[in-house]
């Protein structure tokens, strides 16, 4: 998946974006000259195979001619906002500049103190309810909680939640992370409860934790964070992970093992992650330069290369900017017709019973 990250935005259109408190540079070139002055970006929790980042990160290098400095790929959002808090003084290589978190734990840190307001040059065409309205937080992607299955191993895809509980996936079913931090994890366990609980978003914490109790009980989940490698070796040869994910795993195991990327009849949840840059940033500019090029026509159009629904996507369709074979590749839309988004209220709430009650209900440490 390789593609160019060329930003399409003009110097007016960025000079008008930069308002008071967003930006210290007036153009695109000086923005450009300033994030070059600084010399390098420090992000972190951005695995290579994760909607298309190993792309986005060496043209991003390439086009600015800047260092990119790669903390922890496999932490989970709240470790990011924890190195945040724990970096808040240090302006060395451990500080990042910039987080890709689910999308509750954007308001979160904004209330926290942890953030900085910057709107990109494309702000209008972001939709309104995916952003803060002062700029601390933007959605980028979005996709949806996917089985991704090792077809060597599981001989029969599981096709909805209740199937895993089946006693032929003994030792076969992984979360893509840490429940207790990470967000693709969270979020699988409250789209198990939300199958669960027959659609209602008030039970689905407190139901996925059951579920995950009984599948633990059963044998089936193995407390092994989830990801291409594993399932590959057959350590887990399910894993509960976002489409775009399992999708890119796919390609790059290029049948070895030949995987499944199955969308579950119920409890079809859908994650919208979002990019923000540190209050405490050491490369401020370089921070702002990389959410221009994340939030360009090409950048937005980089993420569908990677399987990620752009933020941006319905103005990219409606200009016509999208390439047919791109779309091509996506799964079938019916899969997708009864994708629920979580509100930030349903989120926070969810977050908090899952990542509070794991131990106690489920009681399998994730490594």
């Not at 979360?175 to 967000?183: E, I, K, Y």
Request: glycine letters at 10%; one cysteine or more.
């Amino acid at each position: 998946m390789k593609f160019g990250l060329m930003l399409s935005v003009s110097v007016a259109s960025v000079a008008a974006a930069f308002g008071a408190g967003t930006a210290a540079a007036a153009s695109l070139d000086d923005l450009v000259a300033a994030a070059k002055k600084e010399g390098q970006l420090t992000v972190i929790a951005l695995p290579h195979d994760w909607c298309g980042y190993g792309d986005v990160i060496e043209n991003f290098k390439k086009k600015y001619g800047l260092t990119v400095n790669e903390l922890n790929p496999d932490a989970g959002s709240g470790d990011e906002v924890e190195a945040i808090k724990a970096n808040k003084g240090n302006a060395g290589p451990q500080a990042p500049d910039v987080i890709d978190v689910g999308l509750s734990f954007g308001p979160s840190s904004k209330a926290d103190g942890l953030l900085q307001p910057y709107k990109v040059s494309t702000w209008d065409s972001i939709p309104a309810d995916a952003k803060d309205a002062d700029g601390f937080w933007i959605g980028d992607y979005y996709g949806v909680l996917a089985f991704e299955v090792n077809k060597d191993i599981i001989k029969t895809s599981p096709t909805d939640w209740a199937d895993l509980l089946k006693p032929e996936l003994k030792n076969a079913v992984a979360l893509a992370g840490d429940p207790r931090v990470a967000n693709q994890a969270i979020q699988g366990v409250y789209a198990a409860g939300l199958a669960g609980a027959n659609g209602d978003a008030a039970k689905a914490g407190d139901a996925g934790l059951k579920f995950f109790a009984d599948l633990n009980k059963a044998g089936n989940f193995v407390p092994v964070i989830g990801k291409a490698a594993p399932l590959a070796q057959g350590t887990t040869p399910i894993v509960l992970r976002w489409d775009y994910n399992a999708l890119a795993d796919r390609d790059t195991l290029k049948g070895n093992p030949p995987v499944d990327v199955i969308i579950p009849k119920s409890g079809v949840v859908a994650g919208v992650y979002v990019q923000a840059i540190s209050a405490f940033a050491p490369h401020p500019n370089a921070a702002k330069l990389w959410l221009e090029n994340l939030y360009s026509d090409e950048g937005q159009i980089g993420w569908l290369a990677g399987y990620c629904h752009p933020i941006r996507f319905n103005d990219l369709a409606k200009n016509g900017k999208i390439p047919a074979d791109l779309l091509s590749k996506l799964p079938p839309a019916e899969g997708y017709a009864k994708a629920v988004f979580p509100t930030l209220d349903q989120q926070k709430s969810s977050k908090e019973t899952i990542s509070k009650g794991w131990d106690t209900v489920v009681g399998a440490a994730v490594k």
